[in-house]
């Protein structure tokens, strides 16, 4: 039984690989001095000599912290008997039968794949800050990508409140109709 939400994870494996080739375009094409740290506003508060090693840690992390959720997705969220599941009525969830289970753990497999493309939309929208804000952090493109980072940011933010109240509902409503709510 596969319960990967094959939609998403190979949506993620696409936009991994268009986000590291974007990461060497950009490198690539990077001025002498670079941002790599930015106030609120967007403005860039502190410059990098160009300098493989800063540009390398920045696509490092984002691999690092795409590859664990990516792999999440792939291998831990494929069991419904697991016991490494952290669900909403988690005791009572695993009494219910296995076929129960399924569309539950499909969802926040989806759900795991939303944030973790969130995760990749972030990542390139902070690379292209970075290339932007250095050769004219006040052009419309520095401005368009600013707002679509704060945008990204609060959707992914925002989300996990909905589906979370989602999937306890879903829950619930599974444990009721098989009369196990206590």
Known sequence: MNLVHSPTFRLNSALFVAVLVLAVVLWMHMPERYPVHF??????TRWAERNPGMWVLIVAIF?????????FQRFL??????????VPYKDRFHQLPRERKV????????????????????YGSVLLMIFFGAHNPESPASLVTRYALYTVLVVVLVLPIFEVLAVRRMIRRKLQEEGLTG
């Open 103 to 122: 569309r539950v753990l499909r969802r926040m497999n989806r759900f795991l794949g939303l944030m973790n493309t969130g995760t990749l939309l972030i």
């Open 77 to 86: 969220i494929n069991d419904p008997d697991s016991t490494l599941l952290n």
């Open 63 to 71: 691999a690092i912290s795409f590859g664990k959720v990516h792999l």
């Open 39 to 44: 106030d609120l506003a967007g403005t860039p």
